[in-house]
């Protein structure tokens, strides 16, 4: 069985930062793609980052881009989501996710495989 964890989320000023991280562990597996969603209160599940295994190409959603950077991490499975000028509109739960088949779209969230149990992440005013 494969868990994903996430940890950093918290409660920031708008124009502030946060960095968030994902580590995998459980059984070894070998991912296409890991990302970032989120799910705002009374919202669906938004695309956030992606990051490609094979070639480290990233994708960003448009609302964060220029925003937010999405890395690998040196341990094996790992992210990180680094957030700066972070808006109110941020606030949400931020989920890890990684994409086994090289086949599915990237930025779609019925594409991956493991998700992790969500950050929660708040922005005020």
């Known amino acids: 069985q494969v868990q994903l964890v996430e940890s950093g989320g918290g409660l920031v000023q708008a124009g502030g930062s946060l960095r968030l991280s994902c580590a995998a562990s459980?059984?070894?597996?070998?991912?296409?793609?890991m990302g970032w969603f989120r799910q705002a209160p009374g919202k669906g599940r938004e695309f956030v980052a992606a990051?490609?295994?094979?070639?480290?190409?990233?994708y960003y959603a448009d609302s964060v881009k220029g925003r937010f950077t999405i890395s690998r991490g040196n341990a094996k499975n790992t992210i990180y989501l680094q957030m700066n000028s972070l808006k109110p509109e941020d606030t949400a739960v931020y989920y890890c996710a990684a994409k086994l088949d090289p086949k599915r779209i990237i930025i779609l969230s019925s594409g991956y495989d493991y998700w992790g149990q969500g950050t929660q992440v708040t922005v005020s005013s």
């Open positions: 459980g059984r070894t597996f070998s991912p296409n793609a």
């Open positions: 990051l490609s295994w094979n070639d480290g190409s990233t």
